[in-house]
């Protein structure tokens, strides 16, 4: 009992720290940018959404923070929380801490989708209804995604149990196979359809609106208590799969719940942003080198770190090479890459 008070304490003040961590990074990235708006700005900004007046401030800068780039920040905020949260629990129910989102064939099927859209079907997106065109190709994104991971299922599904070689087996296939009919659909396209394709699979923000941010947070937010509510019975799993049955743990269940639940995060997530790598690798390896491997603890700094990360990773990409825009995958790999390389010689030294 004491323990557990000890933990919930911690978790307190560790989601405070991250939330104070997050809200500092949040009004630099908005503030950041060819006009520059002052902290105070932007906190006189939001404030006065809610009718309370606390600084001065121009219409432009009203018109640049909240049309422009809070959208596009929420929008970071929510990509990062849903790759980084979905990397720490599938690393928790595969037993791996190698294993990402894209393993189980979400990002690739969402590629897939928006490739063949992009260059074999894009009259179609013209016949869609007004208010499906506008998000057609988030749309078939989240659809490949979700679809993508049924097949990965279907396959992995062995005597009604989902055994965790066989799914990750069956990721790696599909996501060879739909790679490969992206790699044919890049040869069939125009120079303009290559540099969408491009583009969306290297991930980008550019553009986020309010509606599709709104859109995307409903199942991310949903999805994400979903899998900080399996905190426990991951922590069980640690253990192995038969003490965790011991103790009362219905493990295809835990598995069916949290691939299910990945699935409509980050298919959500890389409808609205596209292919972002290396975040839902990185971030919970972050989180357990600073604070262990109790998911209680493990999950909630995953999901302030993806955030903090995904802000501060498109502020870079945005202004760095500003007017133009790098993708914001090109940014994530750039720090995952190294981070990782750093982890594989650290462990080398210790063994």
């Not at 902290?39 to 900004?45: C, D, K, M, Q, Y």
């Amino acid at each position: 009992m004491n323990m557990s008070l000890a933990i919930g304490k911690r978790n307190t003040f560790l989601g405070f720290f991250f939330f104070l961590g997050l809200l500092a990074t949040v009004l630099i990235a908005v503030g950041t940018g060819p006009m520059r708006v002052a902290p105070a700005e932007v906190t006189g900004i939001l404030l006065q959404k809610i009718g309370v007046s606390f600084s001065q401030f121009t219409a432009a800068q009203e018109a640049v923070v909240w049309n422009i780039r809070l959208p596009r920040v929420i929008t970071g905020i929510l990509v990062g929380m849903s790759l980084a949260v979905s990397g720490a629990a599938l690393q928790g129910i595969f037993r791996n801490p190698l294993v990402d989102p894209g393993l189980i064939g979400i990002s690739s099927g969402a590629a897939l989708a928006v490739a063949a859209v992009v260059v074999l079907g894009e009259p179609l997106i013209a016949l869609l209804p007004g208010a499906v065109r506008l998000y057609g190709l988030t749309l078939v994104g989240f659809g490949g995604g979700v679809a993508a991971t049924r097949l990965v299922l279907y396959i992995a599904d062995y005597s009604g149990r989902v055994r965790v070689a066989n799914l990750l087996l069956a990721g790696i296939a599909v996501q060879a196979v739909t790679f490969a009919g992206i790699g044919l659909l890049q040869y069939l396209s125009s120079d303009q359809q290559l540099r969408m394709i491009t583009f969306w699979m290297l991930g980008s923000l550019g553009g986020s609106l309010w509606t599709s941010a709104a859109a995307a947070g409903t199942i991310i937010v949903a999805a994400t208590v979903g899998l900080l509510s399996v905190s426990r019975e991951l922590n069980l799993l640690a253990l192995g799969e038969r003490e965790a049955a011991q103790l009362g743990v219905d493990i295809e269940k835990l598995k069916r719940k949290v691939v299910l639940l990945v699935t409509l995060s980050v298919g959500a997530a890389v409808s609205v942003s596209g292919i972002i790598g290396f975040v839902g690798l990185v971030v919970p390896h972050l989180a357990r080198m600073l604070f262990g491997a109790d998911h209680r603890s493990l999950l909630p700094v995953s999901v302030f770190l993806g955030a903090i990360l995904m802000v501060f990773s498109d502020m870079v990409a945005r202004t760095v090479v500003a007017p133009a825009e790098l993708p914001i995958g090109v940014i994530t790999s750039l720090i995952g890459g190294p981070f990782f390389i750093f982890l594989i010689m650290a462990n080398r030294r210790l063994t």
